[in-house]
């Protein structure tokens, strides 16, 4: 078996990890970030982010902010350092559930409201026959997407 350097190690680890992390609603970029700031622990600017990923500063500016509004990455201060430094969360798996519930959550509960509109909306006495069926399903379709919500909540309450 060939021998890996760290960098080839490193990255491996990275690869395989941000798929995992993709699944997470992150871009490609977003996940192969986090991974890879998850795996190294420092503090790093987005110079050596940039540098480490190979994409421009831009790029990481654009996910290093996604990141920090899922509370996935935190800004820190170092003595010295006057560039702004980003860290990965620790808390893995309590940092990615609780942000992938409240999209649940969110996701969930706007759409059942949005249905509730179309819902009231619909003067059911004036519904044409082969809509009265289309109406009656929209009361299980909102039912599920409350299911969906109690779900989300009732996992968050128990984390």
Same mark, same amino acid.
């Given at each position: ?10 990255? !491996?680890? /990275? =690869?395989?990890?941000? %798929?995992?992390?993709?699944?997470? @609603? #992150?871009?490609?970029?977003? +996940?192969? *970030? $986090? ?35 899922? !509370?996935? /990455? =935190?800004?820190?201060? %170092?003595?010295?350092?006057?560039? @702004? #430094?980003?860290?990965?969360? +620790?808390? *893995? $798996? ?48 909102? @039912? ?7 779900? $989300? ?7």
């Amino acid at each position: 078996m060939m021998e890996q350097t760290n960098d080839q190690l490193t990255n !491996k680890i /990275v =690869t395989e990890f941000a %798929k995992t992390i993709e699944l997470f @609603d #992150l871009t490609p970029l977003e +996940a192969r *970030l $986090f991974a890879y700031l998850y795996l190294i622990e420092n503090p790093m600017t987005l110079d050596e982010m940039s540098e480490a990923i190979g994409k421009s500063k831009t790029s990481m500016s654009t996910s290093i902010r996604s990141l920090l509004d899922l !509370k996935l /990455v =935190t800004r820190v201060w %170092k003595k010295g350092v006057r560039k @702004d #430094l980003y860290q990965a969360n +620790a808390q *893995l $798996f309590k940092t990615f559930m609780n942000s992938y519930t409240n999209k649940w959550i969110d996701a969930a509960n706007h759409q059942r409201s949005s249905l509730g509109e179309i819902q009231k909306s619909l003067d059911i006495t004036s519904l044409d026959d082969d809509l009265l069926p289309i109406y009656n399903r929209l009361s299980t379709i909102m @039912d599920f997407h409350k299911k969906i919500e109690t779900f $989300f909540l009732d996992m968050k309450k128990n984390d």
